[in-house]
């Protein structure tokens, strides 16, 4: 894979007005692999490091001064940065895609098994990722646990319990009546009130359906990539980080879109 990358950074080493287009070139490279495998660490990072030193450098063969740290340059735009991919974490999102050939059973719930194969292995990485991005819509309620699906956005249903009270409840199924409305008073007298008022406003349709996952990174509850990439991007900020995200959005997104020369 580095032998197909250096011969493309060096052509266009000295051409500036070719840099986006190299940009957007050189790093589809491992996309088909990264897509099937877990690359190593360390190939992800030299792979990075070939990226930079493009770059950087002032023309084929001449060394460039790094002004910033890869890690920045890998902020999205509207964050600060240049919007260049993680390797690391966008071979993880791009993995997570293939959990849904998943033949035998969710794949959330399987598990590695004895001698598994390398492919194997490198789609279970995503394991974390889908955990986290992915909940349920509710329809009957039959099929979702109150206490261990991931069913209200926005919520670690593990933490919801008003351990105050002793009623049993296991599937969500229990919480609806037989018109289909929230048994309310039931709902604010098991859950935290803050929780009690989320799940309230979560919409039941009156035609009865099966439960089904869908992606909260997303509107539609599709996965994607993209989503699943920031999703893994923010999961990285540290908490100084969110707390820029907010001022600083705006301001960068109209300073990407100046038309200047």
């Known amino acids: 894979m580095l032998g ?6 060096t052509e266009y080493g000295g051409q500036k ?3 986006s287009f190299s940009k957007l070139k050189r790093q589809a490279i491992p996309t088909y692999t990264m897509a099937c495998f877990l690359l190593p660490k360390s190939l992800c990072a030299e792979l990075e490091r070939l990226i930079a030193k493009f770059w950087w450098q002032k023309g084929h063969g001449k060394r460039g001064i790094h002004w910033c740290a890869w890690k920045e340059l890998c902020i999205a735009k509207e964050q600060g940065g ?3 991919r993680n390797l690391d974490l966008f071979n993880v999102a791009l993995l997570a895609k293939q959990a849904k050939y998943f033949p035998y059973s969710d794949f959330i719930n399987a598990q590695l098994g004895n001698l598994p194969s ?3 292995k490198s789609v279970w990485a995503a394991k974390r990722l889908l955990q986290d991005g992915l909940g349920w819509r509710i329809g009957r309620g039959d099929q979702v646990s109150v206490w261990n699906d991931r069913w209200i956005p926005g ?3 593990t933490q919801s319990r008003n351990f105050n009270e002793s009623i049993e409840i296991e599937l969500v199924s229990s919480l609806i009546d037989s018109t289909r409305k929230w048994k309310a008073e039931l709902i ?3 859950f935290l009130e803050s929780i009690a008022q989320k799940i309230l406003q979560i919409p039941l349709a009156e035609e009865i359906y099966e439960d089904f996952q869908v992606w909260y990174g997303e509107h539609s509850g599709e996965f994607t990539v993209r989503s699943a990439y920031k999703l893994l991007q923010d999961a990285n ?3 100084r980080d969110y707390l820029l995200q907010t001022d600083t959005n705006n ?11």
């Open 17 to 19: 007005e070719e840099r």
């Open 155 to 157: 919520v670690d249903c």
């Open 82 to 84: 240049l919007g260049f």
């Open 237 to 239: 900020l540290a908490p």
């Open 188 to 190: 604010k007298h098991t």
């Open 4 to 9: 197909v990358a250096l011969p493309w950074i």
């Open 251 to 261: 301001f960068y997104k109209k300073l990407w879109n100046l038309q200047l020369p």
């Open 118 to 120: 390398l492919t194997w």
